[in-house]
């Protein structure tokens, strides 16, 4: 069985997890909307994440920082002179790619993972960009001709203006990352927690980036959602820090959200290929169906970004260790985490097809599409089913008892069957029949989404049964 991209972007609109966005005026390029399913998951991978990493330590805190901020922010970190991609124009039919992304397209599907040499992503000198090009015959994606412009730097800030006016006095950005909200109320942050280094503050927001070639349904958009940490630190303990928090982001993968370990792998930044601001950089790649791609990433920023807020803000940004009395800028490693792109690997990691009971005769011959999310991933916990609609004032009295402790779905439309594959489809870990026996002895069957075995459990025990399954 192989996962594609058509089947999961069908099956998301189809069960109504994403949905193109502005879909009944066409659309608008690569925005989604998340729908009732969609929303669930990606919120319960937003607390899982929130818990595991801000909840349930004592060495750090959260915020919530705004979108706008002072142009200067961009300035001091900056976004405004580095933050750009090399974009080429076919002469022919004036297509606009970015020459980064057509190389290692090319690579994939034509050059046999071949890239030039010294390469560095975005970072690639344009001179390179486009020697290899044409030395390759790398042609244009929409027309297949080889005439390519020379790569010419794009910044991908989204620009508005702030007020009635429009000039350079109103001119804002709409934030490229949610780091900066962290650095630039570190202090603020210091004086209220008091917390001691090493700590960190956790955010999750929004971010833009004007990608000139987003694709891949909701792996690279231009809207994005963050999951992103800065953990400050001493210079002489960056490193032993810095490898634990991998190790903690292997364990997050594996352990908590229960993705499958073989899908996953550390790629290391060449040195051209790191940010301005980074001195190590690793990627947690997963492997997506166009390839390997970035899921999360761990940078050691060192003290780049207190430093130059510190210098053109004027502020001072620093620590003084109540027990050495010792003065110093913290340097700093920063966790990021994507929810789109785990809300992606989510769904293809537990994406799969096989065999269930016929309705017609209980032969094994019909074939479902079940997602096998672990439990504290699922959207829906436990779908309640009546059997007929005249049991559905029944159903509903425990529909309403183990809403209180978890997400529950009623459904009592179409056959009994088409509602289980329809809860298997948006993973539904149990379903709950409610049938003529229940008027008897007031048991119910509860059916495993994984093994599809049933048995029978008493209504009354329903909510600690569920509670320890999902160990509530």
């Known amino acids: 069985m192989v996962v594609t991209m058509e089947k999961i972007v069908s099956l998301c609109k189809r069960r109504g997890f994403i949905f193109p966005g502005s879909e009944i005026y066409g659309g608008l390029a690569n925005t989604w909307d998340y729908g009732p399913y969609g929303i669930e998951l990606q919120n319960n991978i937003k607390k899982i994440w929130w818990k595991n990493f801000v909840q349930d330590r004592q060495d750090m805190v959260g915020i919530d920082a705004g979108i706008f901020m002072n142009p200067k922010v961009w300035e001091a970190s900056g976004h405004i002179q580095s933050f750009s991609d090399p974009l080429m124009d076919c002469k022919k039919c004036n297509e606009r790619v970015r020459g980064d992304k057509l190389i290692e397209q090319w690579s994939l599907e034509a050059g046999q993972g071949r890239l030039p040499k010294h390469w560095a992503g975005e970072k690639t000198p344009s001179e390179d960009i486009l020697e290899y090009v044409m030395n390759e015959k790398i042609v244009c994606p929409k027309c297949g001709e080889l005439a390519w412009t020379k790569p010419r730097r794009f910044n991908l800030m989204f620009q508005t203006h702030q007020g009635v006016i429009e000039d350079e006095q109103s001119l804002v950005y709409l934030r490229p990352e949610t780091a900066q909200g962290i650095f630039v109320n570190f202090k603020n942050v210091l004086q209220s927690s008091r917390k001691k280094i090493p700590f960190g503050i956790g955010q999750i927001g929004k971010a833009f980036r004007n990608e000139i070639t987003p694709g891949n349904f909701i792996f690279r958009t231009r809207e994005f959602e963050q999951m992103e940490i800065e953990y400050f630190v001493k210079l002489n303990d960056w490193k032993s820090l810095y490898d634990g928090w991998r190790q903690q982001m292997e364990y997050f993968y594996t352990d908590i959200l229960h993705f499958h370990a073989e899908k996953m792998r550390w790629r290391q930044h060449s040195p051209e290929e790191r940010a301005h601001y980074s001195d190590e950089t690793w990627d947690v790649e997963y492997h997506f169906p166009f390839g390997w791609g970035e899921l999360w990433g761990i940078s050691y920023r060192t003290d780049f970004d207190l430093k130059n807020h510190s210098k053109l803000s004027g502020e001072t940004l620093d620590y003084l260790d109540p027990e050495t009395n010792e003065r110093f800028v913290p340097h700093c490693i920063e966790p990021t985490f994507g929810v789109g792109r785990t809300v992606l690997a989510a769904l293809l990691d537990s994406y799969d097809e096989d065999q269930a009971p ?24 436990v779908a ?33 069957g088409k509602r289980y594959r329809r809860q298997d489809e ?10 003529f026996t229940t008027l008897e002895d007031a048991t119910v069957t509860v059916r495993d989404r994984d093994s599809m075995k049933q048995e029978r459990v008493n209504e009354s025990m329903l909510r600690s049964f569920f509670s320890e399954k999902f160990r509530l």
């Open 426 to 435: 948006i993973g539904t870990p149990f379903c709950v029949t409610i049938d």
């Open 384 to 416: 309640i089913l009546p059997l007929v609609k005249k049991l559905s004032d029944r159903a509903r009295n425990i529909f309403c008892d183990l809403q209180k402790d978890m997400m529950v779905e009623f459904d009592e439309s179409a056959s009994i």
């Open 358 to 381: 016929s309705e017609k005769d209980g032969m094994e011959s019909d074939a479902r599409t079940v997602l096998r999310l672990h439990s504290s991933l699922a959207p829906v916990k």
